[in-house]
C-alpha cells in the first residue's frame, strides 16, 4: 500500500470506525454504504472500543510472517454497542482469556512491510480489570 492511500484511509484505519444506518440505528463494524433496512442514510460511528470476550482461541501454528507471535489468542469480542470483532487479544497469557473477560481495545503494530519499511498498526484488545 502506498504512504498516500494510508493516509486517505487513516480515519478508519487508526480509529474503532463503523457506521449506524440513521433510519433503523443498527450499527455495522466495519463501515458500510448501505443497512440490512434498505437504507443507504449511513454516517460514521467511532465505538468505545469496550467489549467481552464472546469466544475465543488459541493460535499455536501462525501463518508465514507471524510465526514469532505465536502462541497468542484470537477473540470474537462483542463490543458494548453491539457489533462483533474478531481481534487477537494481547498483553496477558493466551491459555488464561476466557468468555466474559472485559476487554478493551488498544493499537498495535501489526508488521512492517519489508520492502518500504511502512509499520502497519492495527487495532488489538486486551484484558481490562477496570
Not at 443507504?40 to 501454528?61: A, H, M, P, Q
Amino acid at each position: 500500500m502506498r504512504v498516500a492511500s494510508l493516509w486517505r484511509e487513516k480515519f478508519g484505519k487508526y480509529n474503532l470506525t463503523g457506521s449506524k444506518c440513521e433510519k433503523c440505528k443498527k450499527l455495522h463494524f466495519p463501515r458500510t454504504t448501505f443497512c440490512d433496512c434498505g437504507s443507504t442514510n449511513i454516517e460514521d460511528f467511532t465505538f468505545s472500543g469496550k467489549g467481552e470476550v464472546y469466544t475465543n482461541t488459541v493460535v499455536r501454528v501462525a501463518p508465514a510472517g507471524f510465526g514469532k507471535d505465536a502462541p497468542y489468542a484470537v477473540a470474537v469480542v462483542k463490543l458494548d454497542e453491539g457489533p462483533m470483532i474478531t481481534a487477537q487479544v494481547v498483553g496477558t497469557d493466551p491459555e488464561t482469556i476466557k468468555i466474559g473477560d472485559r476487554v478493551a481495545m488498544t493499537f498495535r503494530k501489526i508488521c512492517e512491510d519489508g520492502k518500504t519499511g511502512i509499520i502497519h498498526y492495527g487495532y488489538k484488545f486486551r484484558v481490562d480489570n477496570g
